[in-house]
């Protein structure tokens, strides 16, 4: 395994990253359209909304991005099937 | 070695940590003073020099002013020769070990410290997480000390009247998994012993369908598979020697002996499951459930070597499962299911063969419920338990077909008959109710108070027909689950929590993804889970969760279709009954298999 000093984040990632947070938003179509934007803003393609709950003012929302899907890759120098 | 130890919590207030510590550094041996709280640093050090100690630990609760008032203290015992004389360690809910690492302390904990954590740290030695019986965690026995006998004398006789019956029918029939599974265990021993399989492999070969059929003709694999490499192996083996060195995991029950906690994996690659599989060992989950992909339960035969599959379910070979036994610690128990498909007799057989400690098979569900014919299932289902039997494995009656809507008394009555010729071959099994919110109870509105009562009554419904070990599952709380992972893990939990309280002796779970499904269970989710349980089991102890009085008449009424059903099975026999849905029907959303149907062979034709 890399030492810590060399290693990035993303490459010391098992699987996905989850951001969860609350946006104000109208609808919950907004608070999704509003995730999935910001995942991609972070230079993530392989998105995905895991939860949401629109009420009052806005939604609580869960957003993962996949690093890894297994059988495609994984963190130990796997590739795609 | 005696440390003398001065602490000091640096908050107007909160002192509870460093007291709870006081008393762990003085059952120790070691000699403290405890100082009041809120003084200034000053007195602290001052205190410090005079009492000529060797450690000084503070703590620190309140979020404000944290960075200021820690770098304070160093300075002035920087200042005071303090510093380079003893060991300055600092704790509490507002601390950070980045924090008191910049501040220049020796050690920095945050929340969740313990005080073994502490001692550890005063004595000047390695600390691994070591709790209540995790320290001596062997692999437990969950059948040990059951007896099997019958509560109810009339189900035990309905019982034997039917297995007997089945013994007969089952005594001269065969099928392509039971010839397979003899051949394998051939390979197996040729192979061990430097022999030559190659032939045995080509008879094997003929048995098969499918993607199995073409790798034993030609070599390919199913697009969707392919073989791991050598390089992938080595760094995962790495990966794996690094989570076993931080030590043996908490104790998810804080030293009760149940129940046992289980999760499945099987995202489809051998690597991420083993990565998966050391982290819930990590967080204390006690066994791990091997989930093979549905394809593969309706192929005649398995593929060979270290495979990753691109797709739900992980494939079954000698190897992959061989590697995943060794990737274990030596206290974490492994199951792999036999519970449905055309390969259930080889599956027991292989879990055997790499050390598996559990299997799961299950006539009625798979041929309900599980896509494969009854007949077919019968037969190999009655081998499987042969294996189970012959390898010392015991194993879980899972009855998933209430998920189908099968009420729980017709999925009751099909348990304990496969459970009543595992014992007859010798076998050793495990009940498994489900702990869920099935179509039975929606319809009939059995959980429309609570979810404790109609749970409670599956147990004790069983418990007045025999003793037998009992195993919910499989997950806990199944269809009470959502894409909220708060929800989901709470969900959970407390599924877990009733298992304790009604005494039963492991629970499988889910991960906080369960009812997520637009990709694969992330290794956060699975912790979710197991975290949530820890926090449920340390919240109810040893105290009860109490049903209502409705519990006992839903168990009674239980009881009572389980009688109904096995009479009526009586009448048409165990296998034509699957059929002829006296253990569950169309209408119950219960419908016979019919992958395999028509291979079962009889006596002339067997080779097992």
Redesign the interface.
């Known amino acids: 395994?890399e030492s810590t000093e060399k290693r990035q984040p993303l490459n010391a990632l098992?699987?996905?990253l989850?951001i969860e947070t609350f946006f104000m938003c109208r609808d919950e179509a907004e608070g999704r359209s509003l995730m999935l934007a910001l995942l991609n803003q972070l230079g993530f393609s392989d998105v995905?909304?895991?939860?949401i709950?629109h009420r009052g003012p806005g939604a609580r929302v869960?957003g993962?991005a996949?690093l890894?899907?297994?059988?495609?890759s994984?963190?130990?120098?796997?590739q795609c099937? | 070695m005696t440390k003398r130890v001065l602490l000091a919590p640096i908050d107007p207030v909160h002192d509870v940590g460093l007291k709870m510590i006081n008393r762990g550094l003085k059952e120790a041996g070691h000699e403290t003073v405890l100082l009041p709280p809120d003084l200034p640093p000053e007195e602290i050090v001052e205190a410090a020099i005079r009492e000529n100690v060797d450690c000084v630990l503070l703590s620190r609760t309140l979020g404000y002013d944290v960075a200021e008032h820690t770098a304070r203290f160093v300075d002035i015992a920087e200042a005071a020769g303090l510093r380079q004389k003893v060991k300055l360690g600092i704790g509490g809910m507002a601390i950070r070990p980045e924090l008191g690492a910049e501040m220049g302390f020796d050690g920095a904990f945050g929340p969740g410290t313990t005080v073994a954590q502490a001692i550890a740290f005063v004595e000047g030695r390695p600390f691994h997480e070591i709790t209540g019986i995790g320290a001596e965690r062997t692999r437990p026995d969950i059948t040990e000390g059951f007896t099997y006998s019958y509560r109810h004398p009339e189900i035990e006789r309905l019982l034997d009247k039917l297995v007997d019956q089945f013994m007969e029918w089952v005594a001269d029939r065969s099928s392509p998994a039971v010839q397979r599974a003899a051949l394998r265990k051939q390979i197996l021993e040729t192979e061990r012993n430097g022999g030559n399989a190659t032939e045995l492999r080509q008879q094997y070969g003929k048995l098969c369908t499918g993607a199995a059929a073409a790798y034993y003709t030609n070599g390919s694999l199913p697009?969707?598979?392919?073989t791991?490499?050598d390089?992938?192996l080595d760094?995962?083996d790495?990966?794996c020697k690094?989570a076993d060195k931080n030590g043996p995991s908490k104790d998810i029950r804080r030293g009760a002996k149940k129940p046992l906690v289980f999760t499945q994996y099987g995202?489809?690659?051998l690597?991420?499951?083993i990565?998966?599989v050391k982290?819930l060992e990590a967080w204390a989950a006690d066994g791990v459930v091997h989930f093979d992909p549905s394809w593969g339960a309706r192929t005649e035969g398995f593929l060979e070597g270290v495979l990753?599959?691109?797709?739900d379910g992980t494939i079954i070979t000698a190897e992959n499962l061989a590697k995943i036994s060794q990737s274990l610690q030596k206290h974490t128990l492994f199951q792999v299911r036999a519970h449905r498909g055309l390969n259930t007799p080889e599956t027991v057989m292989l879990a055997g063969e790499v050390g598996a400690h559990l299997t799961k098979i299950n006539i009625n569900y798979g041929s309900l419920a599980g896509g494969t014919d009854p007949e077919r299932l019968a037969v190999d289902g009655y081998h499987a338990m042969r294996y189970a039997a012959e390898y010392g494995l015991p194993f879980d009656v899972v009855t998933n077909e209430e998920l189908a809507g099968v009420p729980a008394h017709k999925a009751f009555a099909g348990m304990l008959v496969t459970a009543h010729i595992g014992r007859r071959l010798g076998g050793r099994p495990i009940l498994q109710p489900l702990f869920c919110k099935g179509a039975e109870a929606l319809i009939k509105g059995l959980m429309d108070d609570n979810h404790v009562d109609f749970n409670a009554a599956k147990v004790m419904a069983l418990r007045s027909i025999i003793d037998a070990p009992i195993w919910p599952g499989a997950p806990v709380g199944f269809m009470t689950h959502?894409?909220?992972?708060v929800q989901s893990a709470m969900t959970t939990a407390l599924h877990a929590a009733l298992g304790a309280a009604v005494g039963v002796e492991a629970v499988s779970i889910a991960s906080t993804?369960e009812a997520?499904s637009?990709?694969?269970i992330?290794?956060?989710s699975r912790v979710d889970t197991l975290r949530a349980v820890m926090e449920a089991l340390r919240f109810f102890g040893s105290a009860q969760i109490a049903p209502t009085p409705k519990a006992t008449e839903m168990a009674n009424n239980i009881v009572d279709g389980i009688v109904k059903v096995l009479t009526q099975a009586v009448e048409t026999g165990f296998v034509p009954g699957l059929y002829q849905g006296v253990f569950g029907d169309p209408e119950d959303g219960a419908y016979p298999g019919r992958a395999g149907k028509g291979t079962v062979t009889r006596r002339e034709q067997c080779v097992r």
């Open positions: 395994m098992l699987d996905g989850d995905d909304i895991v939860f709950e869960r993962r996949y890894h899907r297994p059988g495609a994984h963190p130990f120098g796997g099937a | 697009d969707v598979v392919r791991i490499s390089r992938e760094l995962l790495e990966y690094s995202t489809g690659c690597v991420t499951d990565a998966h982290l990753s599959h691109k797709g959502t894409e909220d992972r993804d997520y637009g990709g694969p992330v290794s956060g």
